[in-house]
C-alpha cells in the first residue's frame, strides 16, 4: 500500500500593496480637465445664444431709436419711430386682432388638448397609433400646414364648402369672410401646434397616483368632480406653464396670416408681427419695424413677470 501523502499547508498568496494615491497635481489637472470640456460644450451655446438671439435682440432695440434703411448710413431719430408707428392707422387694427387671437387661442387651443390628453389617458387599445396621430401636425411644416389649409377653406372648391355642400349646409367664406378669417386662422394654430401640448398633458395625467382616483371614486364622486378635484389641481402647475407660454406664441402669430389671408379681408387679420414684417420688408423701414418689436417686447416682458409673480404668490398661499 502506498503512503498517503502527508497534506502540507498552502501559502497563502501575498497580499497586494494597496495602489499608491495618485498625487494631488494629477487630481488637480483632472478636475480642470473635465471643467474645460464642460464650458467648451457651455461656450458653444452662449456663442449660439449670443450670435442668434442676443445681438439681435440688442441690435433692434439700438435701431428702433434710428433712422435706418439698408444700404444707408444710420441716423439718430429719437422717439419719431414710435410716434410714426402709433399714428399708423393699422397699428391699433394689428394690436386689436391680435389680442383677439390669443383669447380665442386661449378658448380654444387650451381646452381641445386638454380634453384630447383625457381621452388619450383612457384609452385601453391602440394607444401609440393615436399619440402618433395627434401629434402628426407638429411634424408637419407650418408653411405647408398652412397651404393645406389655405386649399381646405378656399369658398370654391375647398373641402370645407364641399363637405357643407354634401351635407345641405350652407357655406361659409371661411378665411376669406372678415366675420371668420380670424377664427379660422385660430382652428388652423390649434391643429398645427397642439400635438407637443396633448403630450405634456400626458404626461401630466400619468404622473397622478392612481390612490387618489380610487378614494375619489369610494367618496362616491362622478367623472367631471375626479377631474375638477383631482385632475386639475394634481396638473395645476403644467397648466400655469403652458398658459403663459400659448399666450406668448400667440402673441407672435404670423406664418397663418402671411399665408393664408396676407393681412386681410380688410386688415381683419393683420398682427403686430404681419405689421412688423410690412415695416421691414414692404416699407423698407426697419426704425419702424424695430420701434414696434420693441413695444411687443416689453408688452411680452411685463405680462410674463406679473403672471409669474401672481402665480407665485398664489402657489405660496397656504
Given at each position: 500500500?502506498?503512503?498517503?501523502?502527508?497534506?502540507?499547508?498552502?501559502?497563502?498568496?501575498?497580499?497586494?500593496?494597496?495602489?499608491?494615491?495618485?498625487?494631488?497635481?494629477?487630481?488637480?489637472?483632472?478636475?480642470?480637465?473635465?471643467?474645460?470640456?464642460?464650458?467648451?460644450?457651455?461656450?458653444?451655446?452662449?456663442?449660439?445664444f449670443a450670435l442668434f438671439s442676443w445681438y439681435p435682440a440688442v441690435r433692434a432695440v439700438v435701431i428702433a431709436f434710428q433712422?435706418?434703411?439698408?444700404?444707408?448710413?444710420?441716423?439718430?431719430?429719437?422717439?419719431?419711430?414710435?410716434?410714426?408707428v402709433l399714428?399708423?392707422?393699422?397699428?391699433?387694427?394689428?394690436?386689436?386682432?391680435?389680442l383677439a387671437f390669443t383669447l380665442l387661442a386661449l378658448l380654444i387651443g387650451f381646452a381641445v388638448p386638454f380634453l384630447l390628453a383625457l381621452v388619450l389617458n383612457e384609452l385601453r387599445h391602440a394607444k401609440a397609433?393615436?399619440?402618433?396621430?395627434?401629434?402628426?401636425?407638429?411634424m408637419i411644416p407650418p408653411v405647408v400646414s398652412a397651404l393645406l389649409w389655405k386649399?381646405?377653406?378656399?369658398?370654391?372648391?375647398?373641402?370645407?364648402?364641399?363637405?357643407?355642400?354634401?351635407?345641405?349646409?350652407?357655406?361659409?367664406?371661411?378665411?376669406?369672410?372678415?366675420?371668420?378669417?380670424?377664427?379660422?386662422?385660430?382652428?388652423?394654430a390649434t391643429w398645427a401646434n397642439m400635438?407637443?401640448?396633448?403630450?405634456?398633458?400626458?404626461?401630466?395625467?400619468?404622473?397622478?397616483?392612481?390612490?387618489?382616483?380610487?378614494?375619489?371614486?369610494?367618496?362616491?364622486?362622478?367623472?367631471?368632480?375626479?377631474?375638477?378635484?383631482?385632475?386639475v389641481p394634481q396638473t395645476r402647475f403644467v397648466f400655469?406653464?403652458?398658459?403663459?407660454?400659448?399666450?406668448?406664441?400667440?402673441?407672435?402669430?404670423?406664418?397663418?396670416?402671411?399665408?393664408i389671408t396676407g393681412g386681410g379681408p380688410e386688415n381683419a387679420t393683420v398682427t403686430v408681427l404681419y405689421l412688423i414684417y410690412k415695416y421691414a420688408f414692404l416699407y423698407d423701414d426697419f426704425g419702424g419695424a424695430c420701434a414696434l418689436s420693441v413695444m411687443l417686447l416689453v408688452l411680452l416682458g411685463a405680462f410674463s413677470a406679473g403672471y409669474l409673480r401672481l402665480t407665485r404668490s398664489e402657489g405660496d398661499t397656504p
Open positions: 500500500m502506498t503512503k498517503t501523502a502527508e497534506r502540507r499547508p498552502v501559502p497563502r498568496a501575498a497580499a497586494l500593496p494597496d495602489p499608491a494615491p495618485p498625487p494631488a497635481g494629477g487630481r488637480r489637472r483632472r478636475r480642470i480637465a473635465d471643467q474645460a470640456r464642460a464650458y467648451a460644450f457651455l461656450l458653444g451655446a452662449l456663442v449660439c433712422k435706418y434703411t439698408p444700404g444707408s448710413k444710420p441716423q439718430w431719430a429719437g422717439t419719431a419711430n414710435f410716434t410714426r399714428h399708423d392707422p393699422e397699428f391699433g387694427a394689428a394690436w386689436r386682432n391680435t397609433f393615436f399619440r402618433v396621430a395627434v401629434y402628426l401636425p407638429v386649399w381646405f377653406y378656399d369658398p370654391g372648391a375647398g373641402l370645407a364648402n364641399e363637405a357643407l355642400r354634401f351635407l345641405h349646409l350652407p357655406t361659409s367664406n371661411w378665411s376669406n369672410g372678415t366675420d371668420t378669417a380670424l377664427v379660422s386662422l385660430v382652428v388652423v400635438g407637443g401640448t396633448v403630450l405634456i398633458y400626458l404626461a401630466a395625467l400619468q404622473s397622478i397616483p392612481g390612490e387618489l382616483y380610487e378614494a375619489a371614486e369610494l367618496d362616491g364622486a362622478n367623472l367631471l368632480q375626479r377631474i375638477r378635484h383631482v385632475t400655469l406653464m403652458l398658459m403663459l407660454l400659448q399666450i406668448i406664441a400667440t402673441m407672435q402669430v404670423f406664418t397663418e396670416p402671411f399665408v
